[in-house]
């Protein structure tokens, strides 16, 4: 498995979680690294990029509660998330983006209860 996917769970409203997502490749071959979510009946959506450069892109209903980050020494990218609703509950989906092709890894289920 090329992108290993971990910290999902359970939590609260309000509350906190960290996903981690570690690529077996450089993640500086990569044009951007990021996290996408599909929630039971809905598209996968984009939730938050980050490039080669470290510049940040959020969907607008994540903007300001999580927050991407890179650790190019370890090849890993982590999500942030903050401020957790029910509608962020979904099966969250690591990804290396090249132009033209995309890597998808395993899926973690966040759950958010009201």
């Known amino acids: 498995v090329q992108l290993q996917a971990s910290g999902g769970g359970l939590v609260e409203a309000g509350g906190s979680l960290r996903l981690s997502c570690t690529n077996s490749?450089?993640?500086?071959?990569?044009?951007?690294m990021g996290w996408y979510r599909q929630a039971p009946g809905k598209s996968r959506e984009m939730v938050a990029l980050?490039?080669?450069?470290?510049?940040?892109n959020y969907a607008g209903s994540v903007k300001g509660r999580f927050a991407i980050s890179r650790d190019s020494a370890k090849n890993m990218v982590d999500l942030q998330m903050n401020s957790l609703e029910p509608e962020d509950t979904a099966v969250y989906y690591c990804?290396?983006?090249?132009?033209?092709?995309?890597?998808w890894g395993q899926g973690t289920q966040v759950t958010v209860s009201s």
């Open positions: 990804s290396a983006i090249l132009i033209g092709k995309q890597i």
């Open positions: 490749k450089s993640i500086d071959s990569y044009n951007a």
């Open positions: 980050i490039d080669r450069g470290g510049r940040p």
